[in-house]
């Protein structure tokens, strides 16, 4: 079995995402192949980098992401550090050939990505961007059956991604409510909506969008008596055009109250229709508008497709029929990137798409900025 040593760059709460899946897909994944594992920890400080490292029983910490990226024992890289601090990593570990997995978005800023889009023309390595919401087996479902043509020509459509968090004014300024950090929810929750759009649906044609801070001031994280400006959106909402001339709105929100997790999107066609609910990442719902509508409604109507963790294999764990959770979305993208490097080409959304998102977003608040559509 060949295995891979993962060097960490960051390890917050979706460092121990991923660490979570290079742990357990030896579990999920019946296949004796390759597997991987983490070898060394970076973080900002070296004490937290030890207790990251204790705890996945990685051979070693550090607070220098170079004794990651430019470590010869080390064949993966896993960025998972907040969004301003990519970039220097990235360069590194493109520059060292290192195979790369990189959270989302792939910079704080557009110039940050096209010089990253520049540096990958020399790259040999295998990458992939975590955009795990493309690895359900809703989404993954729903990718066949457009591919398939059973929606015939898009109509229109809606895909959102919200969360409540930040509704509360008492939420204090963390690094991604600001700008200065790459935050705000256009690059946060943004990323991911437009990114599972663009994959179900194809390029977009043109966009027009609108963002809302809720609110001026937001207790300091360091000290919640101090007020401090915010400076990143807490929404956006954007019409898209896609080039057969079909609309349809993308949104993303930290501020939609009693919101938990809550990813869907609506696709309507001349054929059938789909529908992801949010929290019930167990099915997805098709409409066929071929069905039988007599007697008396006939056969027509939705149909819900019990898509549960029907994976295919070499996965089996725990089983096909069991209901299916936001943490096996990104076991699957990670087990995909894995599969990629062991094979030497990236099956799933590599970091040119990182590249393409980084513009689009870019695009959506340049056209809330100016008021403007934008054409792409």
């Not at 030890?50 to 470590?71: L, P, S, W």
């Not at 990114?195 to 809720?214: K, R």
């Not at 000290?223 to 993303?252: F, Y």
Request: hydrophobic share 40%; with cysteine; proline share 5%.
């Amino acid at each position: 079995m060949k295995v891979y040593n993962v060097g960490m760059v960051g390890f917050g709460f979706i460092g121990k995402v991923h660490a979570y899946g290079h742990l357990n897909i030896p579990l999920f994944y019946d296949q004796k192949e390759f597997k991987s594992r983490i070898t060394g920890v970076c973080t900002s400080r070296t004490e937290t980098a030890e207790k990251g490292a204790a705890q996945v029983g990685a051979e070693y910490a550090t607070a220098d992401y170079r004794e990651i990226t430019e470590n010869p024992e080390i064949d993966i890289v896993d960025i998972c550090t907040p969004n301003h601090l990519h970039f220097d990593a990235l360069m590194s570990a493109i520059k060292h050939n290192k195979h790369i997995y990189c959270d989302k978005p792939l910079t704080a800023t557009l110039g940050e990505a096209l010089k990253i889009r520049e540096a990958l023309k020399d790259y040999k390595g295998v990458s992939q961007m975590t955009l795990q919401n493309r690895f359900f087996p809703v989404t993954l479902r729903a990718k066949q059956m457009i591919g398939e043509g059973l929606l015939g020509e898009i109509l229109e459509f809606r895909g959102f991604y919200l969360h409540s968090g930040s509704a509360d004014p008492k939420a204090p300024l963390k690094w991604k409510l600001s700008a200065d950090a790459g935050g705000g929810v256009v690059a946060d929750l943004g990323s991911h909506i437009l990114d599972l759009m663009n994959h179900l649906l194809g390029d977009f044609a043109a966009l027009s969008a609108v963002t809302h801070i809720a609110y001026p001031e937001r207790p300091s994280a360091d000290d919640p008596a101090r007020p401090v400006k915010v400076d990143a959106e807490d929404n956006m909402i954007a019409t898209v055009r896609l080039p057969n001339g079909a609309c349809g709105v993308i949104s993303a929100s930290k501020i939609a109250t009693g919101a938990e997790d809550e990813i869907g999107f609506e696709i309507y066609g001349s054929r059938g229709a789909l529908k992801m609910v949010p929290m019930d990442l167990h099915r997805l719902y098709y409409y066929d508008a071929a069905a039988k509508s007599s007697p008396i409604g006939g056969v027509r109507g939705w149909t819900a497709i019990d898509c549960g963790q029907r994976y295919d294999k070499p996965a089996g764990f725990p089983t096909p029929k069991a209901p299916m959770g936001w943490l096996r979305g990104h076991m699957h993208c990670l087990y995909t990137f894995l599969d990629s490097v062991h094979k030497g080409k990236a099956q799933g959304p590599a970091l040119d798409q990182g590249v393409r998102i980084q513009i689009l977003l870019e695009k959506v608040k340049e056209s809330a900025e100016s008021g403007k559509w934008i054409q792409l």
